[in-house]
């Protein structure tokens, strides 16, 4: 589903920020990209999403090779994956309802499309009685599930989240990483970038831990930190 | 793109008008300025060319013959004329009428003719030219035509006002150019605000798969709708202006006869609406190109 290719990453600043990092994330998968500040973890989900292009290496998605995807096709490929953001990224102009609708009109979706899997998703987080209202009027775990809502409601094969839960409370964040459990349990495969130690560690699924720019730990059903590791830095 | 992605489109363009209702003004209203200065110079010049057609009405060039010429000369000289390749058309002008026109121009003094019979007038010949560049060698051959007594031409009238209309043309060209020029940087600039003030709307369209095209078009669309309404507002600002200042223009100079403002509207309207929406659509591309990159 996702696949990375001894990719190095330089920034235009002399920034390694990814340095022979290579990868494989199954059709399916939930996948926790862990990691300090700086680690890198986003800048491989820009690579994933064609924002910046890999200095060396190859990123393939969805089976696409992302080197050879045209300018041309990038809304198109984009329309394929969904994206959730620490800071939610919602229109603030448009309603709740609008905001997932918005995500469904740029794909030139048959309005009877749209009146059926709005409210779908809507219903989906949980937010069926909140459709008319404004984002500033929602709390921040509302604005989150609205954004999980649009980025589920084009049915896409896999779902990237940067730090979805990093201005939530510990309480709110396990509901939004419930919900993202949810979706990868109707089939999406899940990428989620985090620094919630306490929640990878509970939740027991595939991660990638990155340090500097590489890969120190790729493991099935991993936890944040290697436990030897962690009881010895532990307090 | 499918009808209902046209019909969002211009929804967004509209609302986003609306949603900067300062900054549109402030557009609409430096847009009406321009085509208002622009819709003058273009008026003054309908209205020069309109009150200096008699001009190209007058006969170019008139032949006089010798008063005492004798019919045979008068004969070969027409004969001559009407076969001239270069002379598209000539009127004779004979003894009689030339006096008649003396009697008449003459007006109130023209009793110094008192006494005096036709015979002393001259028979002329008013010559319009296919091609006024011939103007030359014509002159200069009938100057020496035998019983000819001069040749004389009001080519120089003619030029002098083809020059000033010419002038004209290129300057108020010009201005339209540099008028075009501002007001495609002023909305450029204003719909800049927009598009920074919307940056990070743009990015999350494009993050969720939104093309160029798609998150252009809005922002074109707000700029046709700016430059429109300027163009509607500065029509009707030239309206009054040409009904008010018509009327005094016409008083104080009998002489000028103004092109009726029926005849111009339709044109002026279509040229500013035309203008206005370029200038509009360019303003929004020109603004929005940096930020499309993400
Ligand atoms: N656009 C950029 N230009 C230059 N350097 C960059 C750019 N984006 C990121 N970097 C650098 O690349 C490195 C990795 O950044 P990245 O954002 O991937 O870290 P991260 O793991 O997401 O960190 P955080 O947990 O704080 O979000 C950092 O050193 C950062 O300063
Ligand atoms: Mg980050």
Redesign the pocket.
């Known amino acids: 589903m996702v696949e990375f290719k001894t990719v190095v990453k330089k920034?235009?600043?002399g920034?390694v920020?990814l340095n022979n990092v290579s990868f494989n994330i199954k059709k399916g998968d939930f996948t926790f990209l862990v990691?300090?500040?700086?680690?890198?973890?986003?800048?491989?989900l820009?690579l994933i999403l064609k924002e910046e292009e890999p200095t060396e290496g190859s990123v393939f998605v969805n089976g696409y090779d992302l080197s050879v995807l045209k300018r041309k096709e990038i809304p198109c490929f984009r329309r394929s994956l969904g994206v959730v953001f620490q800071d939610f990224r919602l229109l603030p102009n448009k309603t709740v309802y609008e905001n997932v609708e918005f995500a469904m009109q740029i794909t030139e979706a048959l309005p009877k499309e749209i009146r059926r899997q709005v409210p779908m998703a809507l219903a989906l987080v949980g937010l069926s009685r909140k459709a008319n209202a404004y984002p500033n009027q929602l709390s921040g775990g509302e604005q989150q599930r609205v954004a999980i809502a649009r980025a589920l409601v084009n049915n896409p094969s896999l779902i990237i989240a940067?730090?979805p839960t990093g201005n939530l409370d510990p309480e709110t964040s396990w509901e939004i990483m419930k919900l993202i459990q949810e979706v990868n349990m109707r089939g999406t495969t899940v990428i989620v970038?985090t620094?919630e130690k306490s929640i990878v560690d509970k939740m027991q699924k595939h991660v990638i831990a990155?340090e500097r720019?590489e890969i120190i730990r790729d493991q099935e059903k991993g936890q944040y930190e290697n436990e030897v590791k962690d009881s010895k830095i532990c307090c | 793109m499918k009808l209902r992605t046209a019909k969002f489109v211009v929804k967004e363009g509209f609302v986003n008008t609306y949603r900067n209702v300062l900054m549109s003004l402030a557009s609409m209203g430096i847009v009406a300025a321009s085509l208002v200065i622009l819709g003058f110079f273009w008026i003054i010049t309908v209205n020069i060319k309109y009150n200096t057609q008699f001009l190209k009405d007058q006969p170019e060039m008139q032949i006089f013959c010798n008063p005492e010429m004798d019919g045979h000369q008068l004969g070969m000289l027409e004969w001559t004329i009407g076969r001239d390749k270069r002379i598209k058309e000539y009127e004779k002008v004979d003894k009689k009428q030339a006096f008649e026109k003396a009697k008449e121009m003459l007006g109130d003094d023209k009793d110094v003719l008192e006494g005096l019979d036709e015979s002393f007038m001259p028979v002329s010949f008013i010559i319009k030219l296919n091609n006024s560049a011939d103007y030359g060698e014509v002159v200069e051959k009938y100057k020496n035509y035998p019983g000819v007594d001069s040749v004389r031409y009001s080519k120089k009238a003619i030029d002098y006002i083809n020059r000033i209309l010419r002038g004209l043309q290129i300057g108020s060209s010009l201005l339209i150019a540099i008028l075009v020029v501002i007001a495609v940087f002023i909305i450029a600039n204003t719909i800049k605000l927009t598009v920074f003030a919307r940056r990070k709307e743009i990015s999350i369209m494009k993050y969720i798969g939104a093309t160029d095209w798609f998150i252009r078009l809005p922002f074109i669309v707000e700029g046709i709708i700016i430059g429109l309404i300027g163009a509607f507002v500065s029509f009707l600002a030239l309206f009054i202006i040409y009904k008010l200042g018509g009327g005094w223009v016409q008083n104080d100079f009998i002489m000028v006869k103004l092109v009726g403002m029926k005849d111009v509207a339709f044109q002026l309207i279509m040229v500013s609406c035309l203008l206005g929406s370029l200038v509009g659509a360019s303003g929004s591309i020109i603004s929005i190109r940096k930020y499309l990159r993400v």
Not at chain 1, 35 to 44: D, E, F, H, R, V
């Open positions: 920034y235009s600043n920034t920020a990691g300090p500040s700086g680690s890198g973890k986003s800048t491989i820009k940067d730090e970038a620094h990155i720019g």
